[in-house]
């Protein structure tokens, strides 16, 4: 399905953050990065991304091989806003993380933002690896949450009809079912591995809007940035 290529703009600026903390998720590779984004960083790329515009995505199905999906997006090569992103403090939380040998050198410019409106989902998949070449492969995928709670439980700022945003949850499985639940926190980022290491996850349905009313129209719900994590080989380390 054709997806919009925006023309070139300039996205909001990110702000640098000193000593970033990482939250694990149980035993597993899963982690979160509470405030990755500012309250108004986040809504600064609602915004961006409202201007340019999104396109529906489907697919054909289980039945035909394919994850169900239901959401809006904008697709978007941008190797400006992926190092700002990777400047912004990501570098420093990658710095003694390693895997199979290769150490973590930016993101992959190709960047999504996703939208879902009430009953939207995205049904049960993996991410895929992608070789860039000359060395560099994609082995993470870092999801920033632009809606949802706020880091005190309350509604994101901007609703005025005074409901919360329900379901829209990143649930990860492992072989006894549900391994972890992540909701949407207002800049909250979530990583985790994707290839042969990634989790079968999926992105719930969600049940009720969080409305962000202006000029008229809605705001982004339960918006995504998702980006590739690139690695490299370092001299002197064999793979894993």
Known sequence: MATKEP???RWPAIRPKKEMQIMRLKDTDLFTIPNFFT???SKAFVDAAEAVGFIHQGSLGPARGEAYRDNDRIAIDDPSLAASMWDSGLNTVFADIKIRGKV?????????????????????????SIDLGQGHKTYYTLLVYLTGKSNDGSVSRGNS???SLVGGETVFYGKRGVLAEVAPVVGMALVHLHGDKCLLHEARAVKKDVKFPTCGYQKLKNGQLTFSILTKGSPGLGEC
Request: positive net charge.
């Open 39 to 41: 309250a108004a960083e």
């Open 104 to 128: 973590a050198v930016g993101l992959n410019p190709n960047i999504r933002f996703y939208r879902y409106k009430v009953g939207q989902h995205f049904g049960q998949h993996i991410d895929e």
């Open 7 to 9: 023309k070139k703009r």
């Open 161 to 163: 009809s005074g409901q």
